[in-house]
């Protein structure tokens, strides 16, 4: 049970990253039928980790990693944002030549955003196989009349929100974040290099943070 459940959780953080790779691949691959939906790349709410807690009945695990990208309406900081940039090209007026160097760019990106991503897979693996083995031993001692249920479950709890402190508040996250928002500049930068004088007006405007359109 316990590795198909390891299984399930590295499918779905598999599929967080085809779901994403897809998106922006599909973004400039057919530049006729993209929309400015296409373009967004994300600031992750490492914190927002949904959990499985321990039982006396199940196992503790993490149950999905969608919390990582922050829905549409979000509009809490802890929980990552979401960065749109059709606008700034559409405001540009790519031509098809950028936008199929963009396309190439959006790939390598993904690709080199994955790297992290998966080291932070693999630290948050590390701490649940680690709880995991921690409540088997709490059930051996209950099956071996040790402790009674209901000191077992006070320990559960205990483990419980000491896995939920270490994937909430890990060092490991501003690694990774760190990590990430290199890959960016590097993708920012060689957007920059395609771009026209009057496009870079309005692309230095989105990175100044500023109405980069009306």
């Avoid at 927002?48 to 006396?56: G, M, S």
């Avoid at 190439?104 to 998966?118: A, D, F, G, H, N």
């Amino acid at each position: 049970m316990k590795d198909l459940k390891m299984i399930a959780l590295i499918f779905s953080l598999l599929s967080l990253f085809m779901f994403q790779s897809c998106s922006q691949d599909s973004a400039v691959n057919n530049s006729k039928n993209s929309t400015q939906a296409d373009y967004v790349i994300y600031d992750y709410g490492f914190e927002n980790v949904e959990l499985q807690e321990a039982t006396l009945e199940n196992d503790i695990f993490i149950p999905e990693f969608e919390p990582l990208r922050p829905d549409l309406d979000n509009t809490n900081p802890k929980l990552g944002k979401r960065i749109e940039l059709g606008k700034v090209f559409a405001a540009m007026k790519l031509s098809e030549e950028q936008k199929l160097a963009i396309r190439e760019l959006m790939k390598s990106y993904t690709l080199c955003e994955m790297q992290w991503l998966r080291k932070l897979q693999e630290v948050r693996n590390g701490i649940i196989r680690k709880a995991q083995e921690e409540r088997k031993s709490i059930m051996e001692k209950v099956r071996n009349n040790e402790l009674t249920r209901e000191e077992a479950a006070k320990e559960m709890r205990v483990l419980n929100e000491r896995v939920k402190n270490l994937l909430q508040n890990n060092p490991i996250h501003e690694e990774v974040r760190q990590g990430i928002l290199r890959c960016r500049k590097v993708f920012y930068d060689s957007i920059a290099e395609l771009l026209t004088d009057e496009q870079l007006v309005i692309w230095n405007r989105f990175l100044n943070g500023t109405k980069a359109v009306n």
